[in-house]
């Protein structure tokens, strides 16, 4: 994959308050319409031009730009790869990272980075906007001075927020907790499960019990992904067919049953029966809530304790999201058996121990 470097001057003193590297993949955040109306990537040697105030933020800013943009629906983990090893590639050179990326797909990629970037002691701020920078209402603007602010603020020499995180609409939030939840608003991303690690008002105030406490670690960098994952997700008459084609299927290593409630599904006893054999058969089974708030507690209600019984893992509260990513580079780096031990122990946040 290629890239293009662009260095903006922004008349920093020497040395700058701090040196922040801006990822940009594509989105709607850095589109502009061109003569007839289409819209086209944004070229970033001209974000003074749109954002001056840049300038009074003193930072030296870089930024690596996909040298094709795009879409986030077409993103793959070997994207994801390759935000990962261009922040570690830069990681002593610079304080903090910003990545800017189109909102369908964020949240996903922010909890790939999250367990991809073992150690990690620098911010790295996902961000993005509903609208292009270059509309009269853009959210664009906003979002992406916070979301420098925060790649380059630190207390007492220390990053205030060492993790992978999600600024949007005046929250920042972890990353391997966030989900996009609303299309049409500003206010794109939730985390029902985890609070958020800061608010931007008048001034940004972080809330230092919530932050991961930055690795003195070397950074590590996780890159090697396993897709071969499935999505079951339950409702009331599911075919047998349709179960049978997921969890038989010879590709899959692992599947994520997305259930009820607090766990829960049906006890029909060809469900158990297919469940139990996938399972015996080295299938890795992950049990994870449809509810966007709450946790699995497999055993909880007798609709679930089968599925403890049978060898189903709890996904706890871990988000879709967090859990796909989590299964891919888990299953990549230490294969499935490892996997099914790691999996219900949080490694970047991600869930309630």
């Not at 930072?59 to 990962?84: A, K, M, R, Y």
């Not at 008459?237 to 009820?260: C, D, H, Q, W, Y």
């Not at 304790?305 to 299953?331: N, P």
């Amino acid at each position: 994959m290629n890239f293009k470097t662009i260095t903006i001057n922004t008349a920093v003193p020497s040395p700058p308050r701090a040196r922040v590297m801006i990822i940009y993949t594509g989105g709607t955040f850095g589109m502009v319409y061109d003569a007839q109306g289409v819209l086209l990537p944004f070229d970033f040697s001209l974000i003074l031009e749109h954002l001056p105030t840049l300038r009074s933020l003193f930072l030296e800013i870089t930024v690596i730009s996909f040298e094709h943009p795009i879409d986030s629906s077409n993103v793959e983990p070997t994207h994801w790869q390759s935000i990962g090893q261009i922040i570690l590639d830069h990681y002593q050179d610079y304080d903090g990272f910003v990545v800017l990326h189109g909102t369908d797909t964020m949240a996903y990629t922010a909890s790939a980075l999250s367990f991809m970037l073992q150690n990690l002691s620098k911010p790295v701020v996902f961000t993005g906007a509903q609208l292009p920078i270059t509309e009269p209402r853009s959210d664009a603007r906003e979002n992406l001075i916070t979301a420098l602010e925060i790649a380059s603020a630190k207390a007492n020499g220390i990053a205030q927020v060492p993790e992978v995180s999600i600024y949007f609409d005046y929250e920042l939030l972890r990353g391997s907790r966030a989900k996009k939840v609303e299309s049409m608003h500003f206010d794109a991303f939730n985390s029902e499960n985890y609070p958020p690690l800061a608010k931007a008002g008048v001034k940004i105030d972080y809330n230092a019990g919530a932050i991961r406490p930055p690795s003195s670690k070397s950074l590590r960098l996780w890159s090697t992904f396993d897709t071969r994952v499935a999505v079951l997700k339950l409702f009331p008459g599911i075919p047998e067919a349709t179960v049978r084609s997921v969890l038989l299927n010879p590709e899959m290593k692992a599947v994520i049953l997305e259930t009820f409630g607090a766990g829960n599904a049906p006890t029909s006893p060809w469900f158990i029966k297919l469940l139990r054999e996938s399972i015996a058969k080295g299938l890795l089974v992950l049990n994870v809530s449809q509810c966007p708030g709450g946790m699995v507690v497999q055993g909880k209600y007798e609709t679930s304790r089968q599925l403890a019984e049978i060898g189903v893992i709890s996904g706890s509260d871990m988000t879709l999201e967090a859990a796909i990513t989590k299964l891919m580079v888990l299953m990549g780096e230490f294969g499935v058996e490892k996997t099914k031990s790691l999996i219900n122990q949080s490694l970047a946040g991600e869930l309630s121990e």
